[in-house]
């Protein structure tokens, strides 16, 4: 049977990363909608804000399928601008919620890791309190809670440290090194950096599974950003000087988590495995330089 697929945020790093896995699928039909201007690759424009443009475009295509990659991703950003974070990050959803539930559609959102304090000692699980300490966190995890009421048929996929197609901290960190001599990078932030690309079989192994809920999708491991940035240089072939800095040295307007390591014992006992993070990282960096 075809599955229509619909896809918001198609035109960001992980949009694209399931666009690439899912092509070429002859049993489902890709419906690539973005909020700017539309192309070839992303025929519709939509503004997941806008509640009668979301449920009339939702009906009209009848999607089994609604997986939401749209967000105000710049954290920083949000602090000052709470209204418009709020808007796209938690009403958003309710709305994308309130189409899917009305077609009877599985509804597919992608959370953060940023719900949680960061205080922890060990991965958070899925059942562990939020408690988020930045606008973002808070926005997305409102975002999380419209869902749960809304929506019957519904996957949240909770990750961390992304890096796909577009801006990200690989390219920042390679573009640094062809400009400075000494790079500073935060040491007492720890997390499990995760590729699109391995987010994105994730969510296509969830798709198939009949199991609501939230779950925790990041690639196995845990590092630093210091520790990461090494990592990109070493596979990188570059030798280049990084120095080590503590968060308070490192001012930016929203708080970070300290430790945001996100638990996979979920998604490990329904029988899958993301890859370790630095396979992952090699296997990005592979296709970069082809």
Known sequence: ME?????????????????QLLKDREDITLINTCLLESSAYCPIKLDITNPMGVMNLVQELSPQIIINCAAHTLVDQCESEQEKAYTINALGPKYLAEAAQAVEARLIHISTDYVFSGENKE????????????????????GEEFVKSICDNYQIVRTAWLYGEGKNFVKTMLRLEEEKKDIKVVSDQFGSPT???ELARAIVFLMDREECGIFHAVCEGVTTWYEF?????????K????????TEEYRVAAKRPAYSVLSTSKLNGMGYSMKNWKDALQEYMNNLTQ
């Open 3 to 19: 599955r229509r697929i619909l896809i918001t945020g198609a035109n960001g790093q992980l949009g694209i990363a399931i666009n």
């Open 123 to 142: 991965p958070y699980t899925e059942e562990d309190a939020t408690d988020p300490r930045s606008v973002y966190g808070s926005t997305k995890l409102a």
């Open 195 to 197: 590729s699109a690309l």
């Open 229 to 237: 940035a090494g990592e990109i240089f070493h596979l990188a072939g």
């Open 239 to 246: 030798e280049v000087s990084i120095s080590p800095i503590p």
